[in-house]
């Protein structure tokens, strides 16, 4: 996998992990600049960015695999523990480190999650009025998709240059665009219990939720806040699936103050 770094090694390390879909682009250098103080890891999910890439609908791999890999990632920078944050399926993923690897999480910070998706006790997804599928192998059209995309699960004023830019770039670096927008939801989930075991985790957590979040309401993330003990929620408004620059300042102030001394 490809993994790239910011800060010092000797600094405390934050592991980012993002959502399904999205390679470590999604991580703007901007946004890990601002954890100052922090040795600060992105990385590419398989089939994403310069990561394996599997046939589409084939991944080849499962839920657990993906959380393996973010261990692997610590492994390979020789990091005992790290502050984790994960955004989307990278909070389902943080959750898992934080429960089949606890030594290896300092703290956890999960944003637009779940722990009980399809319970129900918590809202359904909204319905998204989604683009269609583009033509994968033209780029221009694929780009088009991810702008479209993300217009379709965010809150106004959409950050349409941004998204473009960052777009831009993972396509430009991902070798399956096809695969790389299917085969984490194609991945199969090994049913390893989440989220009853939610009290199991004893490390500081931060949960930071949009206030009109269409696939996740904001019940989803007081959930976690809830079942997490001593979880900590911060309400992101005006913000739907995303993470907007305009968020970006607020996220790093919480995520250092959570990360202070630790």
Not at 81 to 94: D, F, L
Not at 205 to 225: C, M, N, R, Y
Not at 232 to 254: D, I, M, Q, Y
């Amino acid at each position: 996998m490809s993994v790239s770094t910011f800060g010092s090694p000797d600094d405390p390390a934050v592991l980012l992990i993002h959502g399904a879909g999205a390679s470590m682009d999604w991580w703007a250098p901007e946004f890990c600049r601002m954890l100052v103080d922090r040795y600060v890891i992105r990385y590419d999910h398989r089939d994403t960015g310069d990561a394996p890439s599997y046939p589409p609908g084939e991944p080849g791999y499962t839920g657990t695999d993906l959380v393996t890999d973010a261990v692997s990632v610590l492994d390979s920078l020789s990091v005992a523990a790290a502050h984790v944050v994960g955004i989307s399926m990278g909070g389902g993923i943080a959750q898992e480190i934080a429960l089949y690897h606890p030594s290896r999480v300092l703290s956890l910070t999960v944003m637009s999650t779940t722990a009980g998706a399809g319970d129900a006790d918590l809202p359904g997804v909204t319905p998204v009025d989604f683009p269609p599928e583009p033509d994968w192998a033209d780029e221009s059209a694929v780009v088009e998709y991810l702008v479209a995309s993300q217009r379709a699960v965010s809150a106004e004023p959409f950050a349409e240059a941004e998204i473009r830019e960052i777009a831009t770039i993972a396509v430009s670096r991902t070798a399956n665009h096809e695969s790389s927008q299917k085969n984490h939801f194609a991945a199969p989930d090994d049913g390893r219990p989440v989220r009853h075991r939610l009290p199991e985790i004893t490390v500081p957590t931060l949960v930071l939720h949009g206030d009109s979040d269409p696939l996740l309401p904001l019940p989803h993330g007081e959930a976690l806040a809830r079942e997490i003990p001593g979880a900590r929620l911060v309400v992101l408004p005006n913000t739907g699936h995303e993470f907007p620059s305009r968020n970006w300042p607020l996220v790093a102030k919480e995520v250092l103050a959570l990360t202070a001394s630790r």
